[in-house]
């Protein structure tokens, strides 16, 4: 294990070792509510090529939605990927009541993860996924206040989100775990990442041109700062590191559930806390947390996982999607593999030769991006130097490894 200090927190990475195939384990699911993806600014040009816009710029609940003339403003300033809620001004663009009906107004209202505040762009439209209807303005004047209503295709329900990135689909999967090192920036486009995260709340020390996704380390990290600069810096939220592992975040079940509240109050996509191993055991650490989540009706968004195999041989990827798969046959919820590679804990070698880790990398991330509910992967990890050097994708001279040019193929 090494660690790396910033800022006062720690950022530690810890890998379990997985070995041979896992089990499926089929178990009850957990009853969740989907929020967003990641997503980035972006306006939203609707019929007339006016602006979806939050009427005065207020904040207030239950603020109209209109149609106004583009201007650039906060009030039009809307953050979505394709795929959930649509914020502005920290709050959610909301299906009045939660009514399905035809006509019921459009609003601003608390992010609050319901169906009313679903909506997926297709097509040109914006549909509300809770009631399978449309956003809709029912003329193109300024001030038109917005409607939901049935699909049927009208210019008054088509909409135009310039610069949108594509919803974490097949291209969108890829990520690195990285922490800060010479050409950090270039080594995240080098190898073609979408997405990036490095065990912090924010990017100010890795900063690149990729999304970044916040995570709360710990129990340390749960408090209005670190809470705050992740809500700044992303839509998406990854819990805790390795609760399981003394090591690592080294919380009890009970003292994670207690803090989860607050992760859940940012409003933005939550991650599970990330164990070590055994995330499919039941009665395991992650099983009792889900369990317990379930039970006081909080907010799991998707699993996020780790896995390292000490099998370097061409068994290794098919023993990485036994254990993904079993962990979402039990839980029914999409994954995120946060952290995966090759590495033997207990044993020698530790590591996989180039040759070795370069054929997993090529398998294995065509196996994750084949996989529909693998909605992310990042590979441990983009730098190829240190304690991480068999490991890593890109050297600090510049130049990908093997095994990092492989993952850019992917």
């Not at 940012?266 to 039970?295: C, H, I, K, N, Y």
């Not at 693998?374 to 990908?400: I, K, N, Q, T, W």
């Amino acid at each position: 294990m090494q660690m790396w200090q910033r800022g006062g927190a720690h950022r530690a990475v810890r890998a379990v070792v997985v070995l041979g195939a896992v089990g499926a384990v089929l178990g009850a699911g957990l009853a969740v509510v989907p929020t967003a993806r990641a997503s980035a600014h972006t306006t939203i040009v609707g019929v007339g090529g006016r602006c979806v816009d939050v009427a005065w710029t207020q904040t207030a609940n239950g603020t109209p939605i209109q149609l106004a003339d583009c201007n650039g403003t906060v009030a039009q300033d809307w953050f979505h990927d394709g795929s959930g809620p649509v914020r502005a001004l920290g709050k959610c663009l909301d299906v009045a009541g939660g009514v399905g009906a035809d006509g019921t107004r459009i609003q601003l209202f608390d992010c609050n993860g319901t169906g009313a505040q679903q909506w997926r762009f297709t097509d040109g439209q914006l549909v509300n996924t809770g009631s399978g209807k449309c956003l809709d303005a029912p003329g193109d004047a300024d001030g038109t206040h917005l409607r939901l209503w049935t699909c049927t295709g009208s210019p008054t329900q088509r909409w135009s989100v310039p610069g949108a990135p594509r919803p974490a689909g097949a291209a969108g999967k890829k990520g690195v775990s990285t922490w800060a090192f010479p050409r950090v920036a270039d080594g995240v486009h080098a190898v073609g990442a979408g997405w990036y995260y490095d065990w912090s709340a924010n990017p100010d020390d890795v900063p690149a041109q990729a999304e970044f996704v916040p995570m709360i380390w710990g129990a340390g990290a749960v408090n209005d700062g670190e809470l705050d600069s992740a809500r700044r810096s992303g839509t998406t939220l990854l819990g805790f590191n390795e609760p399981d592992l003394p090591q690592q975040a080294n919380m009890s079940v009970e003292q994670a559930l207690t803090l989860w509240p607050r992760l859940e109050r940012t409003g933005m996509r939550l991650g599970s806390p990330a164990v070590a191993f055994g995330g499919e055991v039941p009665g395991g650490w992650l099983d009792r947390f889900l369990s317990g989540a379930r039970q006081r009706g909080m907010r799991v968004d998707f699993i996020a996982l780790h896995w390292y195999g000490s099998d370097f041989g061409p068994a290794a990827p098919q023993h990485l999607m036994t254990y993904v798969q079993a962990v979402h046959e039990r839980y029914g919820l999409p994954v995120w593999v946060t952290e995966f590679s090759l590495t033997n804990f207990a044993g020698h070698p530790r590591y996989p030769s180039a040759e070795q880790l370069t054929a997993f990398v090529r398998e294995a991330t065509a196996r994750l991006q084949a996989t529909p509910y693998v909605e992310r992967y990042a590979l441990f990890a983009l730098p190829a130097s240190g304690e991480a050097a068999a490991l890593g994708l890109y050297r600090e001279d510049g130049v990908l490894t093997p095994a990092g040019d492989a993952y850019r193929g992917s």
